[in-house]
């Protein structure tokens, strides 16, 4: 069964404090691996897809990168609007039309 | 560019009620799909949609139908409101590769 834990379930980091949320799967066969941010009281927005072990997207102050058993959502030097929950999904070949999602982390930014 | 339209935001449903939660979406997408979330859980898949006529069961299907007559449109219907229905909904739409959704803002659902 595909399978998706995303740690640490909470982050509170001060305003310019870079970390790193992590997304660890199984899943037989990856097709893609999603990132979504979501905001309270909104639907999930999509942020970047990651096909093969190696790759890494970067958008503003976030970069996603993937190996074969996670993937690592880093921030660097956040602000306060970065405040959200990050979600991490993966899709297999078998279940194309179907993600399979992560609890996600709460990450909150202090100014 | 509305996007994947969701009504209604907010709804209580007394036990053994049914109601209908509507999804539209303009951006001409095969696919489409019905999420729940619950607090400090994921998304969990209950019905999809590759194409007008054309729907699957996900992960937790049960208490739960769907129809697609047209592209633009998903409804979910909830027959005999339980307390367990209890969640935030999801509607969302995609190109045919599934990957990047385009999700609805949600519904608020209590069953009380």
């Known amino acids: 069964e595909d399978q998706v834990t995303q740690s640490p379930e909470a982050l509170r980091l001060q305003e310019g404090e870079s970390s790193s949320l992590n997304c660890s799967y199984t899943v037989s066969g990856l097709r893609g691996l999603f990132w979504y941010r979501q905001d309270p009281g909104k639907g999930p927005e999509f942020l970047f897809t990651?096909?093969?072990a190696g790759e890494e997207k970067e958008k503003e102050r976030l970069k996603a990168t993937l190996t074969k058993k996670e993937s690592f959502l880093h921030i660097t030097a956040p602000k306060p609007e970065d405040s959200a929950t990050y979600l991490c999904a993966v899709q297999a070949p078998q279940g194309a039309q179907k993600l399979v999602f992560g609890q996600g982390t709460r990450l909150t930014i202090n100014p | 560019n509305a996007g994947v339209t969701q009504t209604p935001k907010f709804r209580i449903l007394k036990i053994g009620q049914s109601m209908t939660l509507q999804c539209t979406q303009d951006m001409n997408h095969n696919y489409m799909y019905w999420y729940r979330q619950d607090p400090g859980m994921g998304l969990k898949l209950i019905y999809y949609s590759v194409g007008a006529g054309i729907t699957d069961k996900g992960e937790v299907p049960n208490g739960y139908n769907v129809s697609r007559s047209t592209t633009e449109d998903f409804p979910l219907r909830l027959e005999l409101a339980a307390p367990s229905q209890t969640s935030v909904y999801f509607c969302?739409?995609?190109?045919?590769?599934?990957?990047?959704?385009?999700f609805g803002q949600g519904t608020r659902l209590t069953v009380v």
């Open positions: 969302a739409s995609s190109y045919p590769d599934g990957g990047e959704a385009f």
């Open positions: 990651l096909y093969s």
